[in-house]
């Protein structure tokens, strides 16, 4: 029933129509009757003023017409009756006797009248339930969306720094087109194929990108708008989605979010569990009855693959997982170029150099940082997009806007500046950190200040001394409060919760701890409605000495850390003092200013090899030589006794030559 479509038509006036009529014909009905009380109308019965007499007995009324010609009732109680009838007798004027008879109409309404009520509220809930009155009947129907061939197409063009999941996606898109030639060779194409990986890195934008390419229809369905507050709403919603794709297959159908109704089968602790389970269960029985020739491709993505039932991920259902991670320099790079289109870049702007300042940075945040910088340079009424503009911009998508009305005194300035230096040259005096690129003492978003370190490549793992040089690079800010004021303050806060959370996941997760050896300790997940962890202490599975020797070491780390910061800021005290200086002058310094400044730092000396156990030392062999450091090694002095002992080269390389 569509009820918009009611109130826009005739039907609504009609209606108000008929309603008017019967508020009409009441009022005109009552109109020009006046009413009186019993004894005054006894009385006029008995002077004689009346002309003739008209009783209701079931309503107990009587109707007078006087003399005058005036109309008048009155009403009068059961005892009276006998006594009434007398007095319109002994007035010896004509007079009649009417019993109304029950109105049919009146009846039937009266008993149709709660029904309806009570349907209209149902109505009225399942309109709120389902987000309008044009779905009442529909709630068991997909709310799918679908696009077809029609709508503005999205082709793998279009997506940029994801190579390897396009050239994944590309067999899809040809099974599409061409199923036959798959068929030919007895080739089963994937029933369903799994898009995962950290928000904004594009895999609803892969999805439609395979959609546009294969020019196929394509259902578009969020995980959470299968459950609804109706037992059996989203079974019969899956089974309906599947009915719409089979009958315009070829066809894709994506499910964003799957984890919303995809996640492990568990206890049945959490609310509408047993109704998410039971439409799990019909997803899989839907993608178990895919036929192959029906040509009807499942594709879903999800930011949480760790909670995902694996009856769902067998091979036969969700046969392709495909990784879509952050994108590496040159994918930043590509999206960067993807995402100028349209906008007026400066000459001087350089995106590779943009995508070098961005590690780590999504295609959403990619895409934010070009726009950002867009609507500064639209504020600022210039015609094209600068490297100012930018670097605000990625200042913004790191560390938030600028708080320009937040008015610190000299102290707290002063106390940020040799905050944010103590940072900056910590991790300038360590031999394993990545270069120091940006310090300022500007409030932005939460933060009084921050100090930016950036690796100049994409790392895939953290060595054990780059950990190490972490902790104290994180405890500079706290060392340096402690040299120059003798008075910390809370402004350490964030950096100490950071340092703890590496020193222990260093202790219990990497095997960096000699006391606990290279064992996994604790589950790891905290998600006690996946059914896995049930009954245990926050997925603690080790003991209390243990727990006290894992403390302990992640004291141990943190103090070292916090020896190394002590020990690098007093030896440099006097460049910590011009760079609070620069600082509280400039409020901001880039990297050529960083450069000047810590060109005569001195650096921590290297520390002692690390032995995970006495009883397996460090083989006598020197390690292999790195290519990206063999030039540089090269070209440093080096004293005799390092160059008595040649640096092993690996073995094969084409591009180094023979020891």
């Known amino acids: ?27 005109i009905s009552q109109s020009g009757t006046q009413q009186i009380d019993t004894q005054k109308g006894l009385q006029q019965l008995s002077d004689g003023k009346v002309s003739s007499v008209v009783i209701n007995s079931t309503e107990q009324r009587v109707d007078l017409k006087t003399k005058d010609g005036a109309t008048e009732q009155f009403y009068y109680a059961t005892p009276r009756g006998e006594e009434v009838v007398k007095a319109v007798s002994d007035a010896g004027v004509p007079y009649n006797d009417t019993v109304q008879q029950s109105n049919w109409f009146l009846s039937l309404l009266g008993i149709i009248l709660p029904f309806l009520i009570i349907g209209a509220l149902f109505w009225f809930l399942l309109s709120s339930a389902q987000g309008g009155g044009s779905k009442v009947m529909q709630f068991g129907k997909s709310r799918a969306k679908m696009n077809n061939k029609e709508n503005p197409q999205v082709s793998f063009s279009d997506v940029a720094g994801s190579d390897e999941a396009i050239e994944e996606l590309q067999e899809i898109k040809e ?10 060779v007895g080739a089963k194409i994937p029933k369903g194929v799994l898009l995962y990986g950290p928000p904004g890195t594009g895999k609803t934008l892969l999805a439609r990108a395979v959609a546009g390419e294969a020019g196929v229809p394509f259902y578009s369905i969020s995980g959470s708008d299968f459950v609804e507050m109706f037992v059996g709403v989203g079974a019969s919603r899956v089974r309906d989605l599947f009915d719409q794709a089979k009958q315009n297959a070829p066809a894709i ?14 206890a049945g602790i959490g609310g509408g569990n047993d109704e998410r389970e039971q439409t799990l269960n019909q997803l899989l029985v839907e993608m178990d009855g895919f036929d192959g020739k029906t ?10 693959p760790d909670v995902l039932d694996p009856a769902l991920l067998r091979p036969g259902r969700f046969d392709r997982q495909i990784g879509v991670d952050a994108p590496s320099l040159d994918g930043r790079k590509q999206i960067l170029e993807v995402h100028a289109k349209g906008k007026p870049l400066a000459a001087s702007v350089d995106l590779e150099l943009l995508a070098r300042k961005t590690p780590g940075f999504t295609g959403a945040d990619l895409a934010n940082v070009l726009n950002e910088a867009a609507l500064l340079t639209a504020r600022s009424n210039a015609q094209l997009i600068d490297n100012r503009a930018l670097d605000e911009a990625v200042d913004r998508v790191m560390a938030g806007p600028q708080r320009r009305t937040r008015i610190m005194s000299d102290q707290e300035k002063l106390i940020t500046a040799y905050h944010e230096g103590g940072h900056a040259l910590a991790a300038a005096a360590m031999r394993h950190t990545d270069p120091v690129t940006k310090i300022t003492i500007l409030p932005r978003g939460r933060a009084l200040g921050y100090t930016m370190v950036l690796p100049l490549e994409d790392k895939y793992s953290v060595t054990r001394n780059e950990l ?13 409060e402690e040299i120059v004021f003798h008075d910390p303050t809370t402004g350490a806060s964030n950096d100490i919760e950071k340092a703890t959370s590496t020193a222990r996941k260093m202790v219990t997760e990497y095997g960096m701890s000699r006391a606990v050896g290279s064992v996994k300790l604790g589950s790891g997940s905290s998600e006690p409605f996946v059914g896995r962890e049930m009954g245990g202490s926050s997925g603690r599975d080790y003991s209390e000495n243990i727990a006290e020797t894992v403390d ?3 004291r141990a780390l943190l103090e070292a850390a916090h020896d190394e910061a002590y020990q690098v800021l007093n030896d440099n005290r006097d460049i910590l003092d011009r760079l609070a200086g620069e600082l509280l002058e400039k409020e901001t310094l880039d990297a050529p200013e960083l450069v000047e400044i810590f060109k005569d730092v001195r650096k921590l000396p290297e520390r002692p090899q690390w032995l995970s156990s006495d009883k397996r030392p460090v083989s006598n062999l020197p390690a292999i030589e790195f290519p990206g450091k063999a030039a540089s090694t090269a070209a440093e002095p080096t004293d005799t006794e390092s160059s008595s002992k040649p640096r092993r080269r690996p073995f094969g390389n084409p591009g180094i030559a023979p020891a």
């Open 1 to 27: 029933m569509d009820f918009k479509r009611i109130l826009r038509g005739p039907y609504i006036y009609i209606l108000i129509a008929l309603v008017g009529i019967w508020i009409g014909w009441a009022v």
């Open 175 to 184: 099974f599409l087109q061409e199923p036959a030639k798959f068929q030919a």
């Open 253 to 266: 159908v994506f499910i964003d979010e799957i984890d919303a109704v995809g996640r492990h089968r568990g």
């Open 295 to 304: 040509n009807v491709i499942l594709i879903a993505a999800t930011n949480r």
């Open 468 to 480: 190490l040089d972490q902790l104290t690079y994180a405890m500079g800010g706290r060392v340096a």
């Open 552 to 554: 302990a070491e992640t």
